[in-house]
């Protein structure tokens, strides 16, 4: 998430949107889409749910559009409303009890597009082992809030600044790397039981 | 010997340290610091980056792209408006004029109206137009909030349907019905053609045989015509957070 200025595409693009050519949106979303729904994928686990999160963002951008003050990049005003609207989704699934969806590593299947933590051409045995491994790791995560978790993700898997991360939360710095050190304690202490099986 | 916490061993390992020269002394000396660090170490390497499925870019505009309004330039400025003011009295005696004709017109043709807006397709929702229509009834909102629970599990999950969630299905289906005849006389039209594409899906989910094949048809089926994205903008609300991180 730079914090660079917008080039001459993307104000142009923007400016047409403006104008009435949503077709024009297409260059901002083809630019950024990837990048957006990644975020949200570390956020949100799972690529289903990612999508969704990033559809979402992307459409509230549109809608507010017209407000938008472009001294900042659109990548960074997207990515902020993809973390929140991730977050959103992430604690929607929290409250719903009955939510089982298949995560990560639950069911690695590219048949349904399903992501595939374990090694594909590992034995048996070892795509076993790493399907536990993944299955220990989800339900780790599970146990973090969801702002523990997108401050985590972003920190650490996507080496995103505390600074940016704090701002697209809406939170202090301070606050921030808070939730990232609760987040690597909680997940520690869950895999201590197991510590050293999991690689 | 001072040690240090936990907390300063995370810093630490994810550069985010102000004092890394001397946690990186003391762990050379002290075995359960530097125990301590290993483990949370090996937590960071255990949940390093997952590898990402790269999204289908073009289903996803697609999707995105039926949702989109035509948006117009900005607002004329305020000064622009205050213009105007030599205006106001004739615009007021128009308006008002306006307003008791369509008060009358409303009176009379109410009925035709009903009528015509039954007669109409769902020509508002995806693809056709944009969404504009959030539901202002808070039952309808927890049902579209059930619902998009509902489909999300099914897009989501593998094999045929289990017997529970055929149960809720049926549940939902029955609220529907009355929720479309509301939209309906509501004269709104977009959240009509949703509730009625959620109706169909339905339907087929109390109706189908559980089998694996049935099922994913009607994913197939969601996915194909966006329903879950069409009821999840109609069930958001534009919440606070969202406009802060808007701005």
């Given at each position: 998430m730079s914090n660079r200025r917008m080039d001459r595409a993307e104000t142009e693009a923007i400016r047409e949107v403006l104008g009435g050519n949503r077709d024009a949106y297409r260059v901002l979303m083809d630019r950024h889409f990837s990048s957006v729904a990644r975020v949200a994928f570390r956020i949100t686990g799972n690529k289903e749910d990612a999508e969704e999160a990033a559809q979402e963002a992307f459409l509230r951008a549109y809608n507010k559009l017209p407000t938008f003050r472009q001294d900042s990049a659109f990548s960074t005003w997207i990515t902020r409303i993809a973390m929140n609207t991730s977050i959103n989704l992430v604690e929607r699934r929290k409250r719903d009890l009955s939510y089982h969806a298949p995560r990560i590593a639950d069911e690695p299947s590219a048949a349904d597009g399903t992501v595939r933590v374990a090694d594909g051409h590992a034995s048996p045995e070892g795509a076993l082992l790493s399907l536990e491994a993944a299955t220990l790791r989800h339900e780790a995560m599970a146990g973090l809030t969801p702002m523990e978790r997108a401050a985590f993700t972003l920190r650490h898997m996507e080496e995103i600044p505390m600074t940016e991360i704090a701002t697209a939360l809406n939170i202090t710095v301070n606050s921030a790397k808070q939730a990232v050190f609760r987040a690597v304690g909680k997940l520690r202490r869950s895999l201590a039981p197991v510590a050293g099986g999991l690689r | 010997?001072?040690?240090?916490?936990?907390?300063?061993?995370?810093?630490?390992?994810?550069?985010?340290?102000?004092?890394?020269?001397?946690?990186?002394?003391?762990?050379?000396?002290?075995?359960?610091?530097?125990?301590?660090?290993?483990?949370?170490?090996?937590?960071?390497?255990?949940?390093?980056?997952?590898?990402?499925?790269?999204?289908?870019?073009?289903?996803?505009?697609?999707?995105?792209?039926?949702?989109?309004?035509?948006?117009?330039?900005?607002?004329?400025?305020?000064?622009?408006?205050?213009?105007?003011?030599?205006?106001?009295?004739?615009?007021?005696?128009?308006?008002?004029?306006?307003?008791?004709?369509?008060?009358?017109?409303?009176?009379?043709?109410?009925?035709?109206?009903?009528?015509?807006?039954?007669?109409?397709?769902?020509?508002?929702?995806?693809?056709?137009?944009?969404?504009?229509?959030?539901?202002?009834?808070?039952?309808?909102?927890?049902?579209?909030?059930?619902?998009?629970?509902?489909?999300?599990?099914?897009?989501?999950?593998?094999?045929?349907?289990?017997?529970?969630?055929?149960?809720?299905?049926?549940?939902?289906?029955?609220?529907?019905?009355?929720?479309?005849?509301?939209?309906?006389?509501?004269?709104?039209?977009?959240?009509?053609?949703?509730l009625e594409n959620l109706g169909r899906v339905l339907t087929t989910l109390d109706n189908e045989p559980p089998t694996e094949r049935s099922a994913w048809r009607l994913r197939l089926e969601m996915n194909t015509n966006g329903l879950l994205l069409d009821i999840r903008i109609l069930r958001q609300n534009d919440d606070d957070k969202n406009q802060g991180a808007a701005q």
């Open positions: - | 010997m001072k040690h240090f916490s936990e907390d300063d061993l995370i810093a630490y390992q994810l550069h985010e340290s102000s004092d890394e020269s001397a946690i990186h002394r003391h762990l050379e000396e002290c075995k359960d610091c530097a125990a301590l660090s290993e483990s949370i170490a090996e937590t960071l390497r255990v949940f390093s980056a997952e590898p990402f499925p790269q999204p289908d870019l073009e289903h996803n505009w697609q999707r995105l792209r039926g949702n989109l309004s035509v948006l117009t330039p900005e607002h004329p400025s305020r000064l622009s408006i205050l213009r105007w003011h030599w205006a106001w009295p004739a615009i007021g005696l128009v308006a008002a004029a306006l307003i008791v004709m369509a008060g009358v017109g409303l009176h009379l043709h109410h009925e035709q109206r009903t009528k015509l807006h039954l007669a109409l397709d769902n020509h508002a929702i995806n693809g056709h137009g944009p969404l504009t229509t959030q539901p202002t009834d808070p039952a309808i909102a927890d049902h579209l909030d059930a619902a998009e629970r509902l489909l999300t599990e099914v897009n989501n999950s593998q094999g045929s349907l289990d017997q529970t969630t055929r149960e809720q299905a049926h549940t939902l289906l029955l609220k529907n019905a009355v929720y479309v005849h509301t939209a309906r006389d509501s004269g709104d039209v977009a959240e009509a053609a949703v």
